[in-house]
């Protein structure tokens, strides 16, 4: 499985939702926590994700950064 | 007689047009609206050999912001219109002063209110100096009395719209812009033109992107704008010109803009020749108003007839440049009639009994 | 409450053996967008952006934002910007186009500010085949004045301004802005798109980037319609205004290329 992972800038996160809807692997959800602004952030609480960019290209303040696994660089950091 | 090439017999509008293409003019955007069509005419049959563009837009209001955009972007550019179209242009007026765009704005002032008449007027002084759109802010503002004024104002406006930032307009009215008068035309590219580094012209990596904008949402960014526009007023007054006609020795001054002052100088020269000691204060810029010179007179002054071409406009800011210092009476003709010498004269003598009478 | 299940512990070392595959275009700035969470204005400034960036003409594009949600956009769009009075964007843009007639110009526009006010200026400037981008957000409401009732409002759709739902025999219908440019030989590319999944959001960034590549021929106006959300004035969750927009305004503003050059459409 390919292996991916989300990184989203909390404090910007105003908690739409619209990224967890566009998940295909259902790995995001609201933080109970909130940020500075009162919002429940996005956070990947399951380690299923692709690395698909879909919840970076819809959501609408830009805060989710995706990676996705390298399998060279990743054969290079195991030797 | 000069056959010098910039010597011709032309209409004020025509030589409005001439002017505004040898003032290396980048963009015409205007519409069609009587006594001024001549305008559009004209550019629209000379750019295409010449330089620039000229382009008739859908409305007086789309014409304003095709001026705000090509302006915002850094090109020379102006437009004409007359009196209702000058209405319609007002809000884009308002947002070009507080986004500090240069451009030149011609009203060829016609009988109004309302869809009014086409023949000439001086209707529109309120609108013109003290600001028909919203807001505080002002344009510098030429008041031309001749088809050789109309040409060396265009100059004149660029350069003057240019160095401070603002909408210059010509005030101008039907009469000067239909007939044909000798005029000496200026010299094409005189006038030194750049693209200025706060032009939309797309962000290089080397700068900040350049915003054009109206709003400030923050008042107390607004407030720092509104102080910015004063100042600017203010520095304005270094540019005020007037004429003074017959007024050294002036017992009784008329005072007039445009057309209404070619007239009075006419009514001057009468009340001279019958012995009567009448001079003329013609302002040139009506704003900013040449207060200080006009109560220098005034001091001497037994009193003051304003004369203009509307129900008293003008005689406003004469009264509140003497201060009291001597009466200031008005005579004015309204719905594009025009005033003749002779009814000025009559004006003059009427006051002058009335005071002689006061005295016995 | 769902049990609560400690989030992903970040491995660092997985993340270096990682590459970014998505992340935020330089071409936005680092301003916080003041829209309303999950607004679709958010999604069409990135789009618009990431194309301006992959086609590299930030330093020849001139944008303008008139009146609306969208008058900010200057804010976050790292492009020269004039914000235009409201309705009258097509016109400055047509003023710049004019006298910069080598640059990328585009107007971002809301339904009030194009289909209302700006009726005239947005005809007169497509009909004239102004070598412009329009970019049209349509979500039938008016967002920065309080979810007042546009010229694209639906029927029967409740506003602040058409509170018992809008009548359509006293107000008029939906403006079908789009399909009436489309008839004007000024339009070359017509296109409506959507910003409701991913799927449309991919579309629609390749309608622009199309739109783009067009402007360098200029053969004439590129109008995009991208229906979009307004959760706070319809009064809903992002997600519940996104559904809405697929099950209410789809029907009445169809998605999909209107008039594509070379294939005719709407009329030849």
């Given at each position: ?13 105003k ?65 | ?112 209110p ?48 240019e ?45 900040e ?43 009784y ?20 020749e019958?012995?009567?000691k009448?001079g ?81 | ?16 053996s ?7 275009t330089?071409l ?16 069409a ?111 029967n ?58 402007q ?53």
């Open positions: 499985m390919i292996k991916g992972y989300i990184i989203a800038q909390t404090e910007l996160c908690g739409c939702e619209l990224c967890i809807d566009a998940c295909p692997q259902e790995s995001l959800r609201l933080s109970p926590n909130l940020n500075k602004k009162g919002y429940r952030y996005v956070e990947l609480y399951k380690d299923n994700c692709t690395g698909c960019t879909n919840c970076g290209i819809i959501c609408p303040d830009s805060v989710i950064t995706v990676y996705r696994e390298n399998k060279k660089k990743k054969k290079q950091a195991e030797a | 007689m000069e056959n010098n090439e910039n010597v011709r017999l032309m209409k004020g509008n025509e030589a409005m047009a001439e002017a505004a293409i040898r003032a290396g003019m980048d963009a015409y955007f205007g519409y069609p609206i009587t006594p001024q069509s001549e305008v559009l005419e004209y550019l629209t049959a000379e750019i295409p050999k010449r330089h620039g563009i000229v382009l008739q837009a859908e409305s007086e209001v789309a014409a304003i912001n095709m001026i705000y955009g090509a302006a915002g972007a850094g090109a020379r550019v102006m437009t004409s219109s007359s009196s209702p179209g000058f209405s319609l242009m007002q809000e884009g007026i308002s947002y070009i002063a507080s986004a500090q765009l240069p451009c030149l704005l011609v009203n060829v002032n016609r009988g109004g309302g869809l009014g008449t086409i023949q000439p007027s001086q209707g529109d002084y309120f609108q013109a100096t003290k600001g028909g759109g919203h807001g505080d802010y002002h344009m510098y503002v030429l008041a031309p009395a001749s088809v050789q004024e109309m040409a060396d104002h265009v100059f004149e406006g660029f350069r003057i719209a160095k401070y930032r603002l909408p210059a307009m010509i005030l101008s009215d039907g009469a000067l812009g239909q007939m044909m008068e000798k005029v000496i035309l200026p010299e094409e590219g005189s006038l030194p033109k750049e693209t200025p580094e706060w032009g939309t012209t797309g962000k290089p990596k080397t700068r992107r350049n915003i054009i904008t109206s709003l400030f949402i923050q008042p107390e960014k607004m407030e720092e704008i509104n102080l910015g526009l004063q100042r600017k007023y203010q520095a304005l007054r270094s540019e005020i010109k007037f004429e003074e006609y017959c007024l050294d020795d002036a017992e001054i008329l005072t007039a803009y445009g057309l209404a002052a070619r007239i009075s100088k006419k009514a001057v020269d009468i009340l001279r019958q012995g009567i009448a003329l204060f013609r302002p040139i810029t009506v704003y900013p108003f040449p207060s200080e010179q006009l109560e220098h007179h005034a001091v001497h002054a037994r009193f003051i007839l304003d004369v203009e071409m509307n129900a008293g406009q003008m005689v406003e800011d004469v009264r509140l440049a003497v201060n009291g210092e001597t009466p200031v009476y008005f005579k004015g003709r309204m719905g594009g009639m025009i005033p003749t010498p002779a009814e000025i004269v009559e004006a003059v003598m009427t006051k002058i009994n009335v005071l002689e009478e006061s005295l016995v | 409450m769902e049990e609560i299940f400690d989030p992903v512990c970040i491995d660092k070392e997985a993340i270096d990682m590459d970014v595959v998505y992340d935020k330089p936005l700035t680092d301003a916080p967008m003041h829209y309303c969470p999950g607004c679709g204005h958010g999604i400034h990135k789009m618009l952006m990431e194309v301006i960036a992959e086609m590299g003409i930030q330093e020849q594009t001139i944008g303008v934002a008139p009146v609306g949600c969208s008058v900010f956009a200057y804010h976050y769009m790292d492009v020269d910007m004039q914000e235009a009075a409201h309705g009258r964007a097509c016109a400055v843009a047509t003023g710049i186009k004019r006298v910069r007639p080598d640059k990328f110009v585009f107007t971002y526009q809301g339904d009030g500010d194009l289909a209302a006010i700006g009726t005239a200026e947005t005809i007169h400037a497509v009909n004239r085949g102004e070598n412009i981008l329009v970019l049209f957000i349509n979500n039938a409401i008016y967002g920065m004045t309080g979810g007042q009732m546009a010229p694209t409002s639906l029927q759709q409740v506003t602040s301004t058409s509170p018992y739902g809008r009548d359509t025999k006293f107000t008029g219908a939906p403006l079908k802005m789009t399909e009436l440019v489309a008839h004007l030989p000024g339009a070359y590319y017509v296109t409506r798109q959507a910003v409701n999944n991913v799927n449309s959001v991919r579309r629609l960034k390749k309608a622009i980037r199309t739109a783009l590549e067009y360098k021929d200029n053969n004439g106006t590129c109008f995009i319609e991208v229906i979009s959300n307004c959760p706070s004035g319809y009064r809903m969750t992002p997600l519940q205004s996104m559904r809405w927009i697929e099950e209410n305004m789809f029907s009445v503003f169809p998605l999909g290329d209107i008039k594509v050059p070379g294939k005719g459409g709407a009329v030849s």
